[in-house]
């Protein structure tokens, strides 16, 4: 596609549920991210997968959070167990092509009740 | 922690005033980079400054960078109000991969 495209938009789950969010990356990207950003705040890194190689998980702030990605493009990122903590709007970026620059999606907005 | 951190939290100009907005950071990179995000959703990338270069110039914008004082600017000039938005300053530390690491951002508001 055009651009980094995230699903759903928005998302309104019941404390205790699992929940899964889509990122598709822009075709060809080798590099693909996941933040966190809570209302007001910077962005929180979360993880970072790079073509092949094993991925940086080192900001998945618990074990209730992983993610995937398959066949080097879709990513899935997925909440067990929802918190109201988790409440917050999640970020998808790609970046590849050697310019450094990130592409990033339009975020889906979780709201845990 | 946030690699980046922004100073000021928060600037309140008028338009056709400039903009200026720091960034300071901890450890050696390969490059910084500054993004705009509206009313919360995706970010927009502004420009990207290698660790090798000095100054940047993109339109209204001017970015600067200090690696030995490990700090970069962002100035707007001739702010309009559609300039209103988050600024972040996001680096790309020198460990072999372009791991982003973001600071808390700058909160622009540029009044008519």
């Known amino acids: 596609g055009a651009g980094v495209s995230q699903s759903p938009s928005n998302k309104v789950t019941e404390k205790g549920k699992d929940v899964e969010l889509r990122c598709d990356p822009i075709s060809g990207h080798t590099a693909l991210y996941w933040y966190r950003q809570s209302l007001g705040q910077g962005l929180e890194f979360l993880i970072y997968f790079q073509g092949n190689s094993a991925p940086d998980k080192s900001g998945l702030p618990s074990d209730r959070f992983s993610a995937e990605r398959t066949g080097g493009s879709v990513s899935t990122l997925t909440i067990q167990r929802t918190q109201q903590e988790d409440s917050a709007v999640y970020l998808c970026?790609?970046?590849?092509?050697?310019?450094?620059?990130?592409?990033f999606g339009q975020g889906t907005r979780l709201t845990v009740v | 922690s946030q690699q980046g951190e922004e100073d000021p939290q928060a600037l309140s100009i008028q338009e056709g005033e400039n903009a200026t907005m720091n960034c300071s950071y901890k450890t050696s990179i390969n490059n910084l980079q500054w993004y705009r995000q509206n009313s919360g959703r995706g970010l927009v990338h502004l420009i990207l400054i290698r660790s090798n270069e000095r100054e940047k110039h993109s339109g209204r914008l001017r970015v600067t960078l200090d690696t030995s004082k490990k700090s970069s600017s962002l100035l707007i000039t001739a702010s309009r109000a559609a300039d209103t938005a988050s600024y972040f300053c996001?680096?790309?530390?020198?460990?072999?991969?372009?791991?982003?690491?973001f600071g808390a951002g700058t909160r622009l508001a540029v009044h008519p």
């Open positions: 970026a790609s970046s590849g092509g050697g310019q450094g620059k990130s592409f």
């Open positions: 996001a680096t790309d530390f020198s460990g072999g991969y372009n791991k982003l690491i």
